[in-house]
T-cell receptor, first 111, second 117 residues
């Protein structure tokens, strides 16, 4: 089955800096890669996703890049704000299958 | 947007009792729902896939007699933790795809924090 590795496990940045979280996946047939943000005690919220026919996608301060050859994808957050502090999960799936999640990255943005 | 409602949001029960958790899709129909379990500071682990009108599919290592899943309608799936023990204490989250099509996002319920004393 699919295996998703996520790094780093914790990331601390200053407000205004950029943050990058990286994930690798094992199943070359995976073709859907969402990112979720989870605040403490709350549900995961989809923040951005990318499909395998696209190499990069951007939504305001958030961008995701995908390298199918290397089987890795990354989340980029620019101009970080304290409210960006949360746990971020990457995930991968193919077709109609469910998602396999990475272990999560706790992002701490200091004012 | 697609809304998945989960109830209760938290529950405390005594060891040996059973607890039922409901997951509803409020504005869409879901032939398939997914149940996850999350321990503190850990990732989401898929427990089972709930299929409307048929038996759930359990992941390896998940006891089907312990975690009973019923998906009786296109908008409701239930997870019953039977004879709960302290080690069952966890955060349980359901999810579903609003768009049943290929590669569509999962929408999550608000989760249920179960504490077994």
């Amino acid at each position: 089955g699919e295996n998703v590795e996520q790094h780093p496990s914790t990331l601390s940045v200053q407000e205004g800096d950029s943050a990058v979280i990286k994930c690798t996946y094992s199943d070359s047939a995976s073709n859907y890669f969402p990112w979720y943000k989870q605040e403490l005690g709350k549900r995961p919220q989809l923040i951005i996703d990318i499909r395998s026919n696209v190499g990069e996608k951007k939504d305001q301060r958030i961008a995701v890049t995908l390298n199918k050859t290397a089987k890795h994808f990354s989340l980029h957050i620019t101009e970080t704000q304290p409210e960006d502090s949360a746990v971020y999960f990457c995930a991968a799936s193919r077709g109609y299958s469910t998602l396999t999640f990475g272990k999560g990255t706790m992002l701490l943005v200091s004012p | 947007g697609a809304v998945v409602s989960q109830h209760p949001s938290w529950v405390i029960c005594k060891s040996g009792t059973s607890v039922k958790i409901e997951c509803r899709s409020l504005d869409f129909q879901a032939t398939t729902m997914f149940w996850y379990r999350q321990f503190p500071k850990q990732s989401l682990m898929l427990m089972a896939t709930s299929n409307e009108g048929s038996k759930a599919t359990y992941e390896q290592g998940v006891e089907k007699d312990k975690f009973l899943i019923n998906h009786a309608s296109l908008t409701l799936s239930t997870l019953t933790v039977t004879s709960a023990h302290p080690e069952d204490s966890s955060f349980y989250i359901c999810s579903a795809r609003a768009d049943q099509g290929f590669n569509s996002p999962l929408h999550f319920g608000n989760g249920t924090r179960l504490t077994v004393t």
